[in-house]
């Protein structure tokens, strides 16, 4: 097997898996949610496309009673794939009221997915009556461009699909340019411009491959120069397929990446918040459960649940004030050699220790509360102060009160 079927295999694999998981979002999601479902009809379509060109599908099918049919259900996928992506685009614009003012790009994706969709229907009759008719389909073939080079009936198959895809591809680059420029975070930068890379290499190989294509028929080259062609632009398809699978996950990567960041807030704060709630138990909607059972109740979003879980530690720290004298906060600092969180973290132990030893309530102590620039960046506080708490011994933090 060559290092370019080997490729094939790896980026179809990587399309189909993004197409997994992608596909309980867009089959079970919000029926209205059409972005979702034209992503990954792409996706799914393209995957299909990209599996008919690995060997042993592609010797396999090609071989088949209907010779060479291979390039004709990649093909057809392919189209089905592309007529995705321009609804894709569309509705990532979202909608506009009507009678209101719809911008110049918005109408322009809206108008080149009318036409394509249109268009599609009859490129593909367009190729399956060409497939049938002129392509010289005598012997079976490998690499489909690179064997039928200098055939004018191969030929003018392939440039009716090339036409179709080209123009996707162009139109792609262009929505997508103009949103890499426009997007407010880094990673959808990112991703947006790694899509539109790929569109552009998808521009250069289609009209490439379609010159090489027509120059063949005037002189018809070497069988080794049409195959080193062959053989470079299929890599350059394959770069671009992965620059796009990869491009269209980043956003949902940073999203995973902040859902994995909230479970982690909730590890670090659990064992802290349950010893507060514990000892103010009117306090939560719900008595304090072990971790695995706080991570498993899914009626509540994780980021609601950490900032939840913030405001009560807030709230039994304000009540522990009452329980402690003022000198506890310097003794904490004192303990933690720091003014950080170490030393919250021994004051609400050692404070913790005085309401269970049976301190009565008084006046409240003095205890400083950092302010914080926003939610994450308190919730980012605790959590340290959390960490340093599961570290003290609880004899050392009793000790503070003697």
Known sequence: MSALDLAGYLVAALMTAVALWRMPAALWGDEEDRRRRALWGCYAGFAAALWTKTQVVRVSLNNSPIVDLAVLIKHYTATVAILAILGYIVAIYGTYPEGGTVPRHVRFARLIQHVAAKASVATLILLTVLFFTVVDRSTPSDRFVSDH????????????????????????????????????????????????????????????????????????????????????????????????????????????????????????????????????????????????????????????????WAADIADAVEKLRHYVPDGLLPAAREAAGSTGPEADAYWIKAALAAKAAGAEAGEAARFDTRPAADQDGEVAWLVRVAEAYRSIPEEKARGLLV
């Open 149 to 308: 080079a200098g055939q004018w009936g191969a030929s003018l198959y392939m440039t009716v699909f090339y036409l179709y895809l080209g123009a996707a591809s162009a139109v792609c680059a262009y929505q997508w340019a103009l949103a890499t420029a426009n997007a407010p975070l880094r990673h959808l930068r990112v991703g947006l411009g790694m899509m539109t890379a790929a569109m552009f290499i998808g521009v250069g190989y289609t009209v490439s491959r379609t010159l090489f294509l027509w120059i063949s028929v005037v002189e018809e080259p070497t069988a080794g120069f049409a195959r080193g062609f062959d053989k470079a632009t299929e890599a350059a398809q394959v770069l671009l397929f992965a620059l796009f699978a990869i491009g269209a996950s980043i956003p949902a990567f940073g999203s995973g990446w902040r859902r994995a960041r909230l479970w982690r807030a909730q590890a670090a704060l659990h064992p802290m918040w349950r010893e507060l709630m514990t000892a103010f138990p009117d306090q939560p909607f719900a008595p304090p459960a072990s971790l695995a059972r706080e991570l498993t109740r899914f009626g509540t979003p994780a980021d609601l649940r950490v900032d939840r």
